[in-house]
């Protein structure tokens, strides 16, 4: 982790919750959305702090001229697109954001992880039930059953672009989750709080 270059003007949410650390390719990105009614039920029923995921794309590299943490993610109702991490970073009454790192990726890696995000830019998202999610966010029962084939198009590309990196004897390595019975499945339901929560990843910063 390096240390911010003297004169570094931080970010609104650094100052509430610390500066970030220098980041890497394929650092996964939570982000909770507040004030918003899905992102409260998606939240509710999948019992997470978080609600939205992406991957650092190309970090921060003054010396090869990369002035920004640039990340990819999945959004409705444009689809797959590359942003700014500081659009997320100017305004903490709206978001917060934590960091998370795959243990052990190397280079082929995350070089690998990047060129299938790259591949899916302008990819359509697929839309989240809104009607699904607040009936889901209401008893525990009922939501297992409404949300046992919802897909989560943000972090379904995000899984799926890890598990396409990996060998076929180190796929377990790059899964969030354990209880899925293809990867199909596996692919399209991890959730925010799968990645938050699993042992496979460490956190960098903001851990909630």
Request: include cysteine; glycine fraction near 4%.
């Amino acid at each position: 982790m390096s240390v911010k270059t003297v004169g570094y003007v931080s970010f609104p949410l650094e100052r509430e919750t610390g500066i970030l650390p220098q980041l890497d390719q394929a650092d996964i990105v939570l982000i909770r959305t507040k004030h918003n009614f899905l992102r409260h039920c998606l939240r509710k029923a999948t019992k997470s702090y978080w609600d939205h995921v992406a991957l650092i794309l190309f970090p921060k590299n003054l010396e090869k001229g990369h002035f920004y943490d640039l990340i990819v993610e999945s959004l409705n109702p444009r689809g797959v697109e590359i942003h700014k991490l500081e659009k997320y970073l100017t305004n903490p009454k709206k978001y917060d954001v934590g960091i998370k790192r795959i243990k052990n990726l190397n280079e082929k890696e995350k070089k690998e992880t990047i060129e299938f995000m790259l591949m899916n830019i302008d990819a359509p998202y697929y839309k989240l039930s809104r009607i699904r999610f607040f009936f889901a966010s209401l008893n525990e029962d009922l939501g297992r059953w409404l949300l046992r084939k919802q897909r989560y198009s943000c972090t379904g590309l995000v899984q799926k672009s890890f598990y396409e990196a990996a060998s076929a004897e180190e796929k377990a390595k790059f899964t969030f989750r354990n209880d899925y019975s293809s990867p199909f499945e596996l692919q399209e339901s991890t959730t925010p709080a799968d990645i938050a929560n699993s042992e496979n990843t460490v956190w960098l910063y903001n851990k909630k």
